[in-house]
């Protein structure tokens, strides 16, 4: 799917915020059973800065919906780069049972919602040519 309309663009950045940023809360609630703002913050910023970096490395605006050529990059880039970052920055540590969470999760997300988007795109230009 190669659809470069201004609103798939859009889509895909709020999308993407919102499930990098729920992969966070979830994960911060699970171990601190709170929704501290500075905790969340200091968990998030992180994957979110990285997030920033695969959508310039990757160029989600060629592709926006695209699982292949945009999904697995954003996911690789905010995840590898998103672990980094916490290592180096925060100080935080990264298990491996948390490496192995938020590879899958990420993966399931940030490639799951462009392969169901992908597809209902596909289908709605199909309807309207055979109209």
């Not at 609630?29 to 905790?39: E, K, V």
Request: proline share 5%; glycine share 8%; hydrophobic share 55%.
């Amino acid at each position: 799917m190669t659809s470069t309309k201004p609103s798939h663009l859009v889509l895909a950045l709020v999308v993407d915020a919102l499930l990098v940023a729920a992969f966070v809360v979830v994960g911060h609630y699970q171990h601190y059973r709170s929704f501290d703002p500075a905790g969340l913050l200091q968990t998030a910023w992180p994957f979110l800065l990285s997030l920033v970096a695969a959508w310039l490395l990757v160029r989600v605006w060629d592709q926006p919906l695209s699982p292949l050529a945009t999904g697995t990059g954003v996911w690789a880039v905010t995840v590898l780069l998103g672990m980094v970052i916490r290592f180096l920055c925060t100080g935080s540590g990264v298990a491996e049972p948390f490496l192995v969470v938020a590879t899958a999760l990420n993966f399931a997300t940030l490639v799951g919602w462009r392969l169901i988007a992908s597809i209902a795109a596909g289908r709605a230009r199909s309807g309207r040519a055979k109209r």
